[in-house]
């Protein structure tokens, strides 16, 4: 069975800094692409990052880039998302997935497998 578990959420104070997990089992984690999205109450659900467990290729979208770096531990099957320079519109629930196609991509519409989220909250 496909499992993937978000930890590391928070409250944090503007400026500050959370590190999110996501612990996969149930797959070759090297086989898969590992993304980050987020989804703040009325709005859509935004991809924030993405990295190849293949090869470590990553891609962030432009709203976290040079604040967020996604990272992977592959012997753990975990990935990280560090969080820098939190801004109250970062407030949201992060979910990681994975894409078996390992597609690398920030659509939504690759991913088969999702976490249950976990919450950040930045306030200003």
């Known amino acids: 069975e496909v499992q993937l578990v978000e930890s590391g959420g928070g409250l944090v104070q503007a400026g500050g800094s959370l590190r999110l997990s996501c612990a996969a089992s149930g797959f070759t984690f090297d086989d898969y692409a590992i993304g980050w999205f987020r989804q703040a109450p009325g709005k859509e659900r935004e991809g924030v990052s993405c990295i190849s467990s293949r090869d470590g290729s990553t891609y962030y979208a432009d709203s976290v880039k040079g604040r967020f770096t996604i990272s992977s531990d592959n012997a753990k099957n975990t990935v990280y998302l560090q969080m820098n320079s939190l801004k109250p519109e970062d407030t949201a629930v992060y979910y990681c997935?994975?894409?078996?196609?390992?597609?690398?991509?920030?659509?939504?519409?690759?991913?088969?497998?999702w976490g249950q989220g976990t919450q950040v909250t930045v306030s200003s």
């Open positions: 997935a994975a894409d078996p196609t390992n597609n690398w991509s920030l659509a939504a519409g690759w991913y088969d497998y």
